[in-house]
T-cell receptor
Framework: EAGVAQSPRYKIIEKRQSVAFWCNPI?????LYWYQQILGQGPKLLIQ????????DSQLPKDRFSAERLKGVDSTLKIQPAKLEDSAVYLC??????????????FGAGTRLSVL | QKEVEQDPGPLSVPEGAIVSLNCTYS??????FMWYRQYSRKGPELLMY????GNKEDGRFTAQVDKSSKYISLFIRDSQPSDSATYLC?????????FGTGTSLTVIP
């Protein structure tokens, strides 16, 4: 079973520029999560999708962050414009929708963003 | 009060030591408890998963849950340098997922 795929692995941009991250979850996983992980901290949930609908985006800074999952499979997270404090690893995770172990989140390797 | 509290460490132990990692939580609705291991520059990977009070063992790892005290632990026996990583506890309740801040562990050969 292929894991969660994320790209790019690394991105360096200047503040006020735009950036986009891509995630392809495990096949058949209906729920997809985007997390922000700042160095030395645990992952912080940005947005949760179930299929192509948003379940929770309460911690997404909507003035600059946006995310979509148009066909209920892969997803894109965008930052526009980026700020210095957005430097972090952006993790994507997915889970099954039901069954034993449905709450186990499987993570991709993350995209490490540096904003200069 | 945070939903999940975890001592960030860092923790440094000699090879072969027994390691104890702990988290406390405040929400009695949490039903599932997980430990993730995260190596540097990698995403978190699931280590242990449990949904009841008591102990669950997997090789050198034991996860312990005490719902009455709202306390979970991960024990690592015979620790190895390859165990050097950040360990994150995670909890699920009402389909909401909460992570601890992670404990950084270094096992010295």
């Amino acid at each position: 079973e292929a894991g969660v795929a994320q790209s790019p692995r690394y991105k360096i941009i200047e503040k006020r520029q735009s950036v986009a991250f891509w995630c392809n979850p495990i096949s058949g996983h209906a729920t997809l999560y985007w997390y922000q992980q700042i160095l030395g901290q645990g992952p912080k949930l940005l947005i949760q999708f179930q299929n192509n609908g948003v379940v929770d985006d309460s911690q997404l800074p909507k003035d600059r962050f946006s995310a979509e999952r148009l066909k209920g499979v892969d997803s894109t997270l965008k930052i526009q414009p980026a700020k210095l404090e957005d430097s972090a690893v952006y993790l994507c995770a997915s889970t099954r929708i039901s069954g034993q172990g449905a709450d186990i989140q499987y993570f991709g390797a993350g995209t490490r963003l540096s904003v200069l | 009060q945070k939903e999940v509290e975890q001592d960030p460490g860092p923790l440094s132990v000699p090879e072969g030591a027994i390691v104890s990692l702990n988290c406390t939580y405040s929400n009695s609705a949490f039903q599932y408890f997980m430990w993730y291991r995260q190596y540097s520059r990698k995403g978190p990977e699931l280590l242990m998963y449990t949904y009841s009070s008591g102990n669950k063992e997997d090789g050198r790892f034991t996860a312990q849950v005490d719902k009455s005290s709202k306390y979970i632990s991960l024990f690592i026996r015979d620790s190895q340098p390859s165990d050097s990583a950040t360990y994150l506890c995670a909890m699920v309740g009402s389909r909401q997922f909460y992570f601890g801040t992670g404990t950084s562990l270094t096992v010295i050969p």
